[in-house]
C-alpha cells in the first residue's frame, strides 16, 4: 500500500511515515472522515481514499456504517489486529530511521561548530 509507486527510498520513507500517521489517527479516532484526514495529514482527499482502500484490502482496516448516525455514508474505520501489529513495525522502523537521522545531524552540528570555532581562532 502507497500513495505513489515506483519511487526512491525517500519516497517509500515517506509513504510509510504517512501510513503510520494514518493508522495513529484512526486508532485514536476511527469515527474521523476522510476529509479531516486529508487535512490532519496534509495529503489529498483522493490519496486517503487510495491508503484507506488499500489499508482495507491488507485487512488492516475495516469500515462500518455508524449504526446511530442519520448520515449513512459515514464510516468508523476501525484497526484489525493486523493492522495495530502494522502500525507497532511501521511506528519501529520510523523510530530506527529518526535515531540514525538525529546521530547524522548531530555529527554534522558538531562538526559545523568546530569549524566556526576553528574560523573564529583564525580571525583572532
Known amino acids: 500500500m502507497s500513495i505513489e509507486h515506483n519511487k526512491g527510498d ?13 493508522l495513529a ?10 476529509r479531516g484526514l ?18 482495507t484490502a491488507k485487512g488492516f482496516v475495516k469500515a462500518e456504517n455508524f449504526s446511530k448516525s442519520n448520515n449513512k455514508l459515514r464510516y468508523a474505520y476501525l484497526l484489525t489486529p493486523s ?9 519501529a522502523s520510523f ?5 540514525a537521522e538525529y546521530r547524522r545531524l548531530a555529527h554534522e552540528i558538531a562538526d559545523l561548530e568546530a569549524q566556526m570555532r576553528q574560523d573564529k581562532a583564525e580571525h583572532e
Do not use: Y
Not at 525517500?10 to 494514518?22: A, K, M, Q, V, W
Not at 489517527?25 to 476522510?34: F, K, N, T, W
Open 38 to 55: 486529508a487535512a490532519d495529514l496534509g495529503v489529498s482527499l483522493g490519496s486517503i481514499n487510495f491508503c484507506l482502500k488499500a489499508l
Open 10 to 22: 525517500h519516497d517509500s520513507e515517506t509513504e510509510n511515515e504517512i501510513e503510520l500517521r494514518l
Open 83 to 91: 493492522g495495530i501489529a502494522a502500525k507497532s513495525r511501521l511506528t
Open 95 to 99: 523510530l530506527k530511521r529518526k535515531r
Open 25 to 34: 489517527r484512526l486508532q485514536e479516532r476511527p469515527d474521523v472522515s476522510q
